[in-house]
Structure formats: C-alpha cells, structure tokens
C-alpha cells in the first residue's frame, strides 16, 4: 500500500484545515491509519489513529478535542480534520499504517509512511 497525503497550505490561527491521505491498494479497509507530524527540530509526534474498523480513534492530550480522524474505506482514503489551529500545529503531516491484528493507537506499531504534506499557521 502506497500513500499520499495532501491538504497542507497557509492557514490562520484558530482556523480549520482538512487533509486526506489516499492510499493505493485493495485492502487499505485491513489496515489501521494514523497520522504523525513532526515540526523542523523536533520528533515525530502521533496525533491521531483509527482503527480498520472505524470504531475506534485516538488522539494524545495535545490534540484531543481539536482533531478528528475519520475513513472512508469505500474511498481509500483517511481524513485528519484540524480545528482551533495553534502556530505549534504547523508541521509536516504523514499518514502512516499499521497491520491488522496489531494494537491500533500504539505508534510503534506504524510504518510505510507516504509523502507529507506541510501547512504554516499564521499569527
């Protein structure tokens, strides 16, 4: 499975931002989805994770409540929509996968990572 994401851009504080990751493949519905970010000299950060299925989401305390992760299975494709931005939201967001079977909110756990996409927040 190959993915891309897309959806970055200039946005302002307190704004929204939508991205998607699509991935190619035919079973991308077996596999959980997560997204990470990771900020010029800093690591990577998990900020959110769904389960194959679409019943289960986690996002750590740094996101939670602003943040939704949703599928579309039908469509190949994982969302991450970003509310309430801050300027340390700006970063470089991947979409990643983790097998079925594995635990879906351990980051550990998730690897083929697809091609970021960035967006700058504006004070």
């Known amino acids: 499975v190959q993915l891309q994401a897309s959806g970055g851009g200039l946005v302002q504080a307190g704004g929204s931002l939508r991205l998607s990751c699509a991935a190619s493949?035919?079973?991308?519905?077996?596999?959980?989805m997560g997204w990470f970010r990771q900020a010029p000299g800093k690591e990577r950060e998990f900020v959110a994770a769904?389960?194959?299925?679409?019943?289960?989401?986690y996002y750590p305390d740094s996101v939670k409540g602003r943040f939704t992760i949703s599928r579309d299975n039908a469509k190949n494709t994982v969302y991450l929509q970003l509310n309430s931005l801050k300027p340390e939201d700006a970063a470089v967001y991947y979409c990643a996968l983790a097998p079925y079977g594995s635990v879906y909110d351990r980051s550990a756990n998730f690897g083929s990572w697809g091609q970021g996409t960035q967006f700058t927040v504006s004070s």
């Open positions: 493949g035919r079973t991308f519905s077996s596999y959980h």
């Open positions: 769904i389960h194959w299925s679409g019943i289960s989401t």
